[in-house]
C-alpha cells in the first residue's frame, strides 16, 4: 500500500468520528461492578480490613502491657495470721489435771523413783531421791488456784491430803503452839507447780513442768458477798412459806421425785436425786428476800408475786445420820398458795454487792474442806 492511500484513509477517520456508546436505562450492570461497588474495591477494603485486623492482633500484647503499667498500686492484704493450736487460755484445763498426776507422783516418789518424776520434769532424771517408794501419798488431790503467768505458763495450785508414816509426838496444849507432827499429819497442804504448754502432734496440746513443785501456803479465803436475803430465822410451822419448802423438799429428798410435781409452779420441770437419798426432812430456818422484822407470816400474797429465799435443814439419811443442807429456792403466788418457781443455782447477791475485778485468769478456787 501506498503512502498516499495511507494518509488519505487516516484524513477519513479524522473527518468522521464515531459517537460513543450510551448505556440504556434498564439494561443489566456491567459484571464488574456488585451493589454498587466494583469488585476492584470489594477487593481493597478486603485487604484493608485483613491488614487492621493482623495490626490489633499484633499490638495487643503491647497495649494490655501499658494497660497493666497504668493500673496504680495497692498493698495486697495481709494474710490471716493461723491461730495457734494450743492457745494459751484452753490450756488451764490440762495444765491442771498434769499438774495434779506431777504431785500425786512426786508425794509417792521414793529412791528409783527418778525416771517416773521425768516423765513431767525431765531434769529429774538427773536427781538423787531418798525414802523409800510408796512410803507416803497424796489423797483428795484437787486444784485450788489456776493463773496464767506468761502466754504459755500455768501456775497451779494442787491441795492434797498427804498420808504416810509420821513421827509420833504428844500434841501440845499450849496456846499459840504449833500443831504437832501428827496433827500436821493429817492436814491438807499445798504444793505449786509451773506448767508449760505447747503445741503437740496432731493438733493436741503438749505439757511439761518447768520445776519440782513448791509447798506453799493455803490460798487466802475470800470475803462472803452479801445475799439478798434478810437474817436467818426459825422457820415456823405456822409459816406458809415453811409449809411450800417442807412438802417439797420431802417429796424431792424422800420420794425420789414421786408427787413432786403438785408443789411445783406451772412451766417449772425439776428431776429428783433417784434412788431418795433419805428418810425424812426437817426444815430449821428460813432466810427471805427483803425481810427485816421477824413478825409472824401467815397470809400469801396475791397471784404471781416471786420470792427468793434461803432454807436450812436437816435430812436424815437411810443409816438414820442427820445431815445438814441449805437450799436457795425461789417461790411463786398462785391461788392462795406458795408454789416451787426455781431450785436456784447459788443464793442470790445483792444489788449493792461490787462486782469483782475482771481478770484474765481465773481466780481462786475455794479452799477444801478438810
Do not use: C
Not at 124 to 145: I, K, N, W
Not at 215 to 229: C, H, T
Amino acid at each position: 500500500m501506498s503512502p498516499v492511500l495511507t494518509g488519505r484513509r487516516k484524513q477519513a477517520a479524522l473527518a468522521d468520528p464515531q459517537p460513543p456508546a450510551v448505556q440504556e436505562t434498564g439494561t443489566e450492570p456491567d459484571a464488574g461492578w456488585v451493589a454498587g461497588w466494583s469488585t476492584g474495591a470489594q477487593a481493597n477494603s478486603a485487604a484493608l480490613m485483613r491488614w487492621l485486623v493482623w495490626g490489633l492482633i499484633a499490638l495487643g500484647p503491647l497495649m494490655g502491657t501499658l494497660a497493666y503499667l497504668s493500673v496504680p498500686a495497692t498493698s495486697a492484704a495481709p494474710a490471716p495470721k493461723t491461730a495457734p493450736s494450743a492457745p494459751a487460755a484452753s490450756g488451764g484445763q490440762g495444765a491442771s489435771g498434769f499438774a495434779t498426776l506431777f504431785v500425786a507422783a512426786y508425794l509417792s516418789a521414793g529412791r528409783g523413783d527418778e525416771p517416773r518424776l521425768a516423765a513431767y520434769y525431765p531434769p529429774a532424771a538427773s536427781m538423787q531421791l531418798d525414802g523409800v517408794s510408796g512410803q507416803h501419798r497424796g489423797e483428795q488431790l484437787t486444784v485450788v488456784r489456776l493463773r496464767q503467768t506468761d502466754n504459755a505458763v500455768w501456775s497451779v495450785t494442787v491441795a492434797a491430803r498427804v498420808t504416810g508414816a509420821q513421827p509420833t509426838a504428844t500434841p501440845s496444849t499450849q496456846p499459840g503452839a504449833s500443831p504437832s507432827p501428827a496433827a500436821a499429819a493429817d492436814a491438807v497442804r499445798y504444793f505449786q507447780v509451773p506448767v508449760a504448754t505447747a503445741p503437740g502432734a496432731g493438733g493436741a496440746t503438749a505439757y511439761t513442768a518447768l520445776a519440782l513443785p513448791a509447798e506453799v501456803a493455803a490460798p487466802e479465803r475470800a470475803k462472803g458477798p452479801e445475799l439478798v436475803y434478810g437474817a436467818m430465822r426459825p422457820a415456823l410451822p405456822t409459816d406458809p412459806r415453811t409449809q411450800a419448802v417442807t412438802s417439797f423438799l420431802t417429796a424431792y429428798l424422800t420420794k425420789g421425785g414421786a408427787e413432786l410435781d403438785r408443789y411445783l409452779a406451772p412451766g417449772t420441770r425439776l428431776t429428783a436425786p433417784s434412788p431418795a437419798p433419805y428418810s425424812g426432812v426437817a426444815v430449821d430456818q428460813l432466810a427471805v428476800e427483803g425481810e427485816t422484822g421477824g413478825e409472824p407470816v401467815v397470809s400469801v400474797p396475791g397471784d404471781g408475786t416471786a420470792l427468793r429465799l434461803l432454807v436450812t435443814l436437816r435430812a436424815t439419811g437411810q443409816d438414820g445420820v442427820r445431815l445438814p443442807l441449805t437450799y436457795a429456792l425461789t417461790l411463786k403466788a398462785r391461788a392462795g398458795r406458795w408454789e416451787i418457781a426455781s431450785l436456784d443455782g447459788a443464793p442470790a447477791l445483792s444489788s449493792q454487792t461490787p462486782a469483782p475485778a475482771a481478770s484474765g485468769a481465773p481466780g481462786p478456787v475455794p479452799t477444801p474442806t478438810a
